[in-house]
C-alpha cells in the first residue's frame, strides 16, 4: 500500500548541483530521486510550490511516494512497522524515528551553538549579555548573526537564561518535549570559545 507523504525540501538549498540557470519542477525531481541514492522514479515526486528564494536558494515543497509495511498486533489492531522509500531496504520504524530524532538534534545543537555565538559577539561588543526578556533572534540578528533562531528542530522554543555575570545556558526540551526529561539539549557559555 502507498501513501504520499509531504516533505518540504527547505533550502535543500537546491543549491542545485547539476543544474545550471533556470530551476524548473523538472530539475527539481530529478535532484530529489537521485538524492541520497534513493532511486525514486520522478513520476513518484509531485512538485506542490517551488519558490525562488534567492539568487542561490530555492524552496520545493513537494510530494513523495512512500511505502508503509503494516502488521496486526495481538489486539487486532493495524500497526506502522516499517517504511520504504523508492526501492531501498524497509526500515522498521523505531529506528527511522531514532535516526530523525538523531538528525534534529544534531540540528538543534548546530543551530543553538550559532545563537551562543552571536550571543557571545553581542557580550564582547555590548559588554553585557542580552536581556533573558527579550527575544534573542531579535537582539542578534541580522548585527552578531545571520540567521533567525527562535525554535530547536521539534518547535519549541529555545530557552535563554543568564547564569551569573558573564555566565549563559541555551537549552532545547529535546525529542519528548519535557525539559529535564534527559534527552534535553544544552548549550552554555562554557562550551564556547572567548
Not at 126 to 154: C, K, Y
Request: with cysteine; proline share 4%; charged share 25%.
Amino acid at each position: 500500500m502507498r501513501y504520499i507523504v509531504p516533505t518540504v525540501l527547505a533550502a535543500t538549498v537546491l543549491a542545485l548541483s547539476g543544474c545550471s540557470g533556470r530551476l524548473s519542477q523538472g530539475n527539481v525531481r530529478q535532484q530529489i530521486a537521485e538524492l541520497g541514492g534513493a532511486s525514486l522514479i520522478p513520476s513518484e515526486i509531485e512538485v506542490q510550490r517551488l519558490v525562488i528564494d534567492s539568487d542561490t536558494r530555492a524552496i520545493a515543497e513537494t510530494n513523495i511516494k512512500m511505502a508503509f509495511q503494516f502488521e496486526r498486533d495481538t489486539g487486532g489492531e493495524w500497526q506502522i512497522v516499517a517504511a520504504r522509500l523508492g526501492d531501498r531496504q524497509w526500515v522498521d520504524i523505531p529506528t527511522l524515528l531514532a535516526a530523525l530524532d538523531r538528525q534534529q538534534s544534531d540540528d538543534t545543537d548546530a543551530a543553538m551553538r550559532k545563537l551562543a555565538a552571536g550571543i557571545a559577539e553581542y557580550r564582547k561588543q555590548n559588554g553585557a549579555l542580552p536581556d533573558p526578556e527579550t527575544s534573542l533572534s531579535d537582539v542578534l540578528h541580522p548585527r552578531f548573526m545571520q540567521d533567525i533562531i527562535r525554535q530547536d528542530s521539534w518547535g519549541q522554543d529555545i530557552q535563554y537564561e543568564v547564569t551569573g555575570d558573564d555566565g549563559f545556558q541555551l537549552r532545547s526540551a529535546g525529542p519528548d518535549g519535557t525539559r529535564g526529561s534527559g534527552d534535553d539539549i544544552v548549550v552554555d557559555s562554557a562550551t564556547i570559545a572567548p
